[in-house]
């Protein structure tokens, strides 16, 4: 039987640009690429970097090499073989998203005057999807050249990245939950309008 191998010039270029675009940040600062590369991440805890709205722009970096894995992966589920146009959509809009979900998080620590405490919060989240691009791009590599069945393989890769969100998630509340007990009704607000709620609009309209 001759083994099924996707030969899709874009695919190949966008993941070995990936590892390229990786091997030069992790150049540029190897600190931020061995933070991206740690499991447990106890050191995020009330610490911010500096620069953009406190937040270094290589880390921005590393969420663009996320979304574009991410896009990647749920181009697979659509057709079960890569397809350029879904990828860029799919790009498109979950960058679209992410932009917006950000700026919306800004605004609510200054309205709120949560500032510190909401960037805080938003750079856990921005390293642990940083960590997850770089998993998802040894998803993509092994379903891009796998001789299974890459439609079963795309879910079970996608059930393993929400398993790892969650747990993110978990560890960046349980970081936080002295101001959590505080603020729960209020913490109980945000996480239905501004968490729960997008997520469940991109999903279900969007992928």
Same mark, same amino acid.
């Given at each position: 039987?001759?083994?099924? /191998?996707?030969?899709?010039?874009?695919?190949?270029?966008? @993941?070995?640009?990936? %590892?390229?675009?990786?091997?030069?940040?992790?150049?540029?600062?190897?600190?931020?690429?061995?933070?991206?590369?740690?499991?447990?991440?106890? $050191?995020? %805890?009330?610490?911010?970097?500096?620069? @953009?709205?406190?937040?270094? &722009?290589?880390?921005?970096?590393?969420?663009?090499?996320?979304?574009? =894995?991410?896009?990647?992966?749920?181009?697979?589920? $659509?057709? !079960? =073989?890569?397809?350029?146009?879904?990828?860029? $959509? @799919?790009?498109?809009?979950?960058?679209?998203? &992410?932009?917006?979900?950000?700026?919306?998080?800004?605004?609510?620590?200054?309205? #709120?005057?949560?500032? !510190?405490?909401?960037?805080?919060?938003?750079?856990?989240?921005? %390293?642990?999807?940083?960590?997850?691009?770089?998993?998802?791009?040894?998803? =993509?590599?092994?379903?891009?050249?796998?001789?299974?069945?890459?439609?079963?393989?795309? #879910? #079970?890769?996608?059930?393993?990245?929400?398993?790892?969100? /969650?747990?993110?998630?978990?560890?960046? #509340?349980?970081?936080?939950?002295? %101001? /959590?007990?505080?603020?729960? &009704?209020?913490?109980?607000?945000?996480?239905?309008?501004? $968490?729960?709620?997008?997520?469940?609009?991109?999903?279900?309209?969007?992928?």
């Amino acid at each position: 039987m001759i083994r099924d /191998i996707i030969s899709n010039d874009s695919l190949t270029i966008l @993941l070995f640009g990936s %590892v390229f675009f990786m091997i030069i940040l992790k150049k540029i600062n190897p600190v931020i690429f061995s933070q991206n590369l740690r499991f447990r991440k106890k $050191e995020l %805890v009330n610490k911010i970097s500096t620069s @953009l709205w406190g937040f270094k &722009f290589l880390e921005i970096l590393y969420n663009l090499l996320f979304i574009s =894995n991410i896009s990647i992966l749920l181009t697979f589920l $659509e057709d !079960q =073989n890569f397809n350029l146009i879904i990828y860029r $959509e @799919l790009f498109k809009y979950i960058f679209i998203f &992410f932009i917006l979900k950000l700026l919306f998080d800004l605004i609510i620590g200054k309205l #709120f005057s949560i500032g !510190q405490i909401m960037k805080s919060y938003i750079w856990q989240k921005l %390293v642990y999807c940083n960590s997850l691009g770089i998993i998802l791009l040894l998803f =993509n590599f092994f379903i891009a050249y796998t001789i299974f069945n890459k439609y079963y393989m795309t #879910f #079970f890769f996608i059930a393993l990245s929400i398993l790892y969100l /969650i747990f993110a998630y978990f560890s960046i #509340f349980f970081s936080m939950k002295k %101001v /959590i007990i505080k603020n729960w &009704f209020y913490f109980i607000l945000y996480l239905c309008t501004l $968490e729960i709620i997008p997520y469940y609009y991109l999903i279900s309209n969007v992928l």
